[in-house]
């Protein structure tokens, strides 16, 4: 179905009372909006359905994008 759709967007997840480490999930391509700085992804926007009432919808909205403050290791 991804295919389809015109690929997919891989996602870090990180929730400590899961797991002590991350996880990678997939977001199919209706899923997501990303943001593009020239040829560079920058940034992304996914999204889910959480409940819906006739034509109304609810939607989860995550925005990932880069950061670079993070401290280097040396």
Do not use: C
């Not at 209706?30 to 992804?41: I, N, Q």
């Not at 006739?54 to 989860?60: E, I, L, S, T």
């Amino acid at each position: 179905m991804s295919v389809a759709l015109g690929g997919f967007y891989l996602r870090i997840m990180w929730d400590v009372a899961i797991s002590p480490r991350p996880w990678i999930t997939m977001v199919r391509a209706d899923g997501a909006a990303p943001t593009f700085f020239g040829d560079k992804l920058r940034a992304g926007t996914f999204w889910k359905v959480t409940a819906v009432n006739g034509q109304k919808g609810v939607r989860h909205l995550e925005r990932h994008r880069a950061r670079h403050d993070f401290p280097r290791r040396v």
